[in-house]
């Protein structure tokens, strides 16, 4: 025989869900604003180290060594091979 589910029981239940949703969906929030942040932000570090590299290249005879580690910049670092 089934017992019947007290009201203090259903709205435990209730308040459990409606926090695990409201937990999931600030993740997915979360997720999605972060990935974008993310995309922006290398986009804007390539833009300013491929800026700063062409400026150099236009004023500099000699930009890169022959062989060897190059420093380019505080983010990036290349081997010339």
């Given amino acids: 025989m089934k017992r019947a589910v007290t009201l203090s ?8 869900g409606a ?17 974008g942040q993310e995309d922006d932000l290398v986009d804007s570090i390539v833009l300013a180290e491929t800026q700063r590299l062409a400026q150099r290249l236009a004023t500099e005879d000699d930009v890169f060594p022959a062989v060897g580690a190059m420093e380019m910049g505080s983010n990036l670092r290349a081997w010339i091979q």
């Fill in 9 to 16: 029981e259903r709205v435990t239940w209730a308040l459990a």
């Fill in 19 to 35: 926090v695990a949703a409201f937990v999931a969906l600030q993740g997915v929030l979360v997720y999605v604003l972060l990935a």
